[in-house]
């Protein structure tokens, strides 16, 4: 079905009706030093790249491809990001959207590409990135308490939004081998740790911050 009078409604009006097409509560990753593969869909579940990487945005935002006013009003809504190559281009919003970064070490590269910390950016793919509200972050148990400092501290210092922090923690033990007692003691200390110093993290006053401190949630992922 067509509206062929589309074009003689207000501009205001057909600036709302395409801003009504942009996805919302999307979720991004892993993501990684080779880009973002798995790209979501409206229902939060992942699409792959491994079919034509134009027609998948254009089925997630057509606006983007449409006509010039629609591209227009998309892009004042979206960031293009993570474009090392044609390969890697995404389009977020920051603000509502949820990322999946496999390691800290990346993150930091993309938080330095942004400007927000001296001596980087600022690149234009990283724009907006410090309004990020929710974020998720992998480590392994064997580095979890030094490399979760090291975010809390330094590497998140600049999202001054902030609400949640996802703590996915990839633990390498499987069957019978995890179910040790030994181990499965250890790794609950480790958790344990790492909720207190991170508590004690993110009570102290961040520069900048607005509103609230960010609750962190701690996930384990068996691998």
């Avoid at 449409?66 to 993570?82: D, G, K, M, P």
Wanted: one cysteine or more.
């Amino acid at each position: 079905m067509e509206f062929h009078l589309f074009t003689k409604l207000p501009t205001e009006l057909r600036f709302r009706i395409w801003r009504f097409t942009l996805p919302t509560l999307r979720e991004f990753g892993p993501i990684g030093p080779k880009g973002t593969e798995p790209h979501s869909q409206p229902d939060n579940t992942t699409l792959s790249y491994d079919s034509d990487r134009k027609a998948c945005l254009e089925l997630e935002i057509p606006a983007l491809y449409i006509n010039h006013e629609s591209r227009f009003v998309a892009l004042q809504h979206l960031t293009r990001a993570w474009d090392d190559n044609a390969s890697k281009v995404i389009y977020v919003k920051y603000a509502v959207d949820t990322f999946t970064f496999t390691s800290i070490d990346y993150l930091l590269h993309l938080v330095r590409r942004s400007g927000l910390m001296n001596g980087g950016g600022p690149f234009p793919a990283c724009k907006d990135m410090q309004t990020m509200q929710k974020i998720k972050i992998m480590f392994t148990i064997q580095s979890l308490n030094l490399h979760l400092r090291m975010c809390l501290e330094r590497v998140l210092q600049p999202f001054v939004v902030l609400r949640e922090i996802v703590v996915v923690v990839k633990m390498p033990f499987q069957g019978d081998v995890y179910r040790s007692n030994s181990i499965e003691k250890s790794v609950e200390k480790t958790i344990k740790d790492a909720k207190a110093f991170a508590g004690e993290i993110l009570e102290r006053p961040w520069q900048g911050k607005v509103g609230q401190v960010p609750e962190m949630v701690i996930e384990e992922l068996r691998v």
